[in-house]
Nanobody, 123 residues
Framework: QVQLVESGGGLVQAGGSLRLSCAAS????????MAWFRQTPGKAREFVAY???????YYADSVKGRFTISRDNAKDTIYLQMNSLKPEDTAVYYCAADQYARIYYLPDAYNFWGQGTQVTVSS
C-alpha cells in the first residue's frame, strides 16, 4: 500500500502562485510513477502533470509553461509548483501513484490516491 497526503492548497488571486505537496509513505516511493489530477464539481477528474522515475515529465496543455512537477525521493514527496494561476485552475487537486501507470493521463491507471486539497483562484 501507498499512502498519499496532499497539502498546500488555498485561496490565491489570479496571477499568483501556490506549491502543492504530496507526501508518500508505505512502499518504495522512488519506484512509483506519480501524477497530479484535478477535479471540479460535476466534471471528470482531469490530468495535470506526471513524473516517471526516469525523470520524464508530461503536462496537460492547459498548464504547460505555468506548472512544474518535481520530486524529492529523500523526502518521499512530490510537488506541484503552480505559477500564473487563473480562475479556471480552481479545483480540488489530487496526487496519484502507481507502479506502472501505463496510460499516464487516465485516472484509472493509478491505484493510489490522496484525499485532495482545494485550490481556489479568485479573479
Amino acid at each position: 500500500q501507498v499512502q498519499l497526503v496532499e497539502s498546500g492548497g488555498g485561496l490565491v488571486q489570479a496571477g499568483g502562485s501556490l506549491r502543492l505537496s504530496c507526501a508518500a509513505s508505505g512502499r518504495t516511493f522512488s519506484r512509483y510513477a506519480m501524477a497530479w489530477f484535478r477535479q471540479t464539481p460535476g466534471k471528470a477528474r482531469e490530468f495535470v502533470a506526471y513524473w516517471w522515475t526516469g525523470g520524464n515529465t508530461y503536462y496537460a496543455d492547459s498548464v504547460k509553461g505555468r506548472f512544474t512537477i518535481s520530486r524529492d525521493n529523500a523526502k518521499d514527496t512530490i510537488y506541484l509548483q503552480m505559477n500564473s494561476l487563473k480562475p479556471e485552475d480552481t479545483a480540488v487537486y489530487y496526487c496519484a501513484a502507481d507502479q506502472y501507470a501505463r496510460i499516464y493521463y487516465l485516472p484509472d491507471a493509478y491505484n493510489f490516491w490522496g484525499q485532495g486539497t482545494q485550490v481556489t483562484v479568485s479573479s
